[in-house]
């Protein structure tokens, strides 16, 4: 699916809650390295002042992000989005001493609704490196953050 076509009828909603994933340039194993991990959560959280939202549930793969966003009416999701993505390359590119595109241009997300069960969203979001047998315990995964859990 190209870019034009995830980007067909997006649109920001006022509070609306947003399952989002964004991936590596070539799946690469960039978030392996602790360092680069680390200031990945730093930015996210520079992100959520920044642009008056709340990450409500995140998780940093080692290939890939998945998070569950709130907006509020400071800011539009493609906004918030391309501003993460754009810090994180640049500050982890630094950091690695590599150039280039850090992340796959497009991004993936998903409009909840009042009905989705956003506490089993949540719950799946955290359990994805469990289920990639990074770590047998979540507690000892350190690059994750969620208000439910």
Request: aromatic share 12%; net charge positive; glycine share 4%.
């Amino acid at each position: 699916m190209s870019w034009n076509d995830l980007r067909k009828g997006r649109f920001s909603q006022t509070g609306g809650i947003y399952f989002i994933t964004f991936v590596v340039k070539n799946r690469e194993l960039l978030f392996l390295k602790f360092d680069a991990a680390h200031e990945f959560c730093k930015l996210i959280q520079e992100n959520e002042i920044k642009n008056e939202c709340c990450w409500l549930t995140w998780v940093l793969m080692p290939d890939h992000f998945h998070g569950l966003i709130q907006i509020s009416d400071k800011s539009s999701l493609s906004t918030i989005i391309r501003q993460l993505k754009s810090h994180t390359a640049i500050k982890v590119n630094q950091l690695l001493k590599r150039k280039g595109g850090l992340w796959q241009p497009a991004y993936f997300d998903r409009a909840l609704r009042k009905n989705d069960d956003i506490k089993n969203i949540a719950r799946y979001i955290v359990a994805n490196p469990l289920r990639a047998k990074l770590i047998d315990n979540i507690g000892n995964y350190p690059f994750w953050n969620s208000i439910y859990l």
